[in-house]
Nanobody
């Protein structure tokens, strides 16, 4: 599976960004898709994931109510709408995929995109 993330950038606190991830190489609709982020000096952390059907979603407490994950199986894409951004959301954001990740820890995902930088200024 090849994943290509895009949509990062610089935004002021309170603003919005929409990240996208395009997948290829495997039946996209069979994959659970996740978004993770890694801030400088910190470990990579879970942000959100979405089941293969799109019916089930799960969010980290830190982004719940502000971020929305969605997918389009016809277009092989997954998106992360980020609203009410905070400086602490600044990180490199990665999309990830796996058939059936056992947990929402990074080690449970086998396929990763290259990351896209999100910077939120105060």
């Amino acid at each position: 599976v090849q994943l290509q993330a895009s949509g990062g950038g610089l935004v002021q606190a309170g603003g919005s960004l929409r990240l996208s991830c395009a997948a290829s190489g495997r039946t996209f609709s069979s994959l659970t898709m996740g978004w993770f982020r890694q801030a400088p000096g910190k470990e990579r952390e879970f942000v959100a994931d979405i089941s293969w059907s799109g019916v089930s979603t799960y969010y980290a407490d830190s982004v719940k109510g502000r971020f929305t994950i969605s997918r389009d199986n016809a277009k092989n894409t997954v998106s992360l709408q980020m609203n009410s951004l905070k400086p602490e959301d600044t990180a490199v954001y990665y999309c990830a995929a796996d058939v059936a990740p056992a947990t929402n820890y990074p080690k449970s995902y086998n396929y990763w995109g290259q990351g896209t930088q999100v910077t939120v200024s105060s």
